[in-house]
């Protein structure tokens, strides 16, 4: 049973327009929401967080927002540049349930921005 | 700044051998994992660590065990590798203090067993 979704496999966007990738979460207990960029042959490396507490978080190109009731939440990067081009994971932790429980992943979404 | 290290970025193994891969953190973190990453699979948990000597299996343990001896370090050991273990191995850690929620990230093992 999956508890953080990315329904979409792979996204293609031109380069200079919106990225918008989407994750969708089941478990209610969860307070806590991370993106994370992986390139191939490397880690994975955190991008943006949000807490359950705020719907909107930014950081330069990149903002996170959270819609708590649709159990919802999007990453939007604008304007798109090559480098973005990544597989990106959805992840979600119950910090306030127990400070032990681990981070759930998302199975990623591969964002290609094209020229 | 925070350094996660793996041993190597590749290796190659034969069916049958044992395998260790090494993960070392240098920022005192409590919490260490070990995943596998495969294509259309995203990341999943093999085993994960709150302290040494403490180990919990994650969704995938099968296969694997770990070992942590020392708060820096935490070793996934395959005991007799198998050509289905081939995939990139990532090691994590993660702080437990307040507004430290951020796993940390290695650069990853791509181990091929033949």
């Known amino acids: 049973d999956q508890q953080v979704k990315q329904n979409s496999p792979s996204l293609s966007v031109q380069e200079g327009r919106i990225s918008i990738l989407n994750c969708d979460y089941t478990n209610s207990m969860f307070d806590y929401f991370l993106w994370y960029k992986k390139y191939p042959a490397e880690g994975p490396t955190f991008l943006i967080s949000i807490s359950s507490i705020k719907d909107k978080n930014e950081d330069g190109r990149f903002t996170v927002f959270l819609n708590k009731s649709a159990k919802h939440l999007s990453l939007h990067i604008v304007p798109s540049q090559p480098g973005d081009s990544a597989v990106y994971f959805c992840a979600a932790s119950a910090e306030r349930v127990n400070r032990d429980d681990k981070i759930i992943f998302g199975k990623g979404t591969r964002l290609h921005i094209l020229p | 700044d925070v350094k996660v290290t793996q041993s190597s970025r590749y290796l190659v193994k034969r069916t049958g051998e044992k395998v260790f891969l090494e993960c070392v953190q240098d920022m005192d973190h409590e919490n260490m994992f070990w995943y596998r990453q495969d294509p259309g699979l995203g990341l999943r948990l093999i085993y994960f660590?709150?302290?040494?000597?403490?180990?919990e299996k994650g969704d995938i343990p099968e296969g694997y065990s770990v070992s942590r001896e020392k708060k820096e370090r935490f070793s996934l050991i395959l005991e007799s590798a198998s050509t289905n273990q081939t995939s990139m191995y990532l090691c994590?850690?993660?702080?437990?203090?307040?507004?430290?929620?951020?796993?940390?990230f290695g650069p990853g093992t791509r181990l091929l067993v033949l």
């Open positions: 660590s709150y302290d040494v000597k403490m180990k």
């Open positions: 994590a850690s993660r702080s437990m203090g307040v507004g430290e929620e951020t796993q940390y």
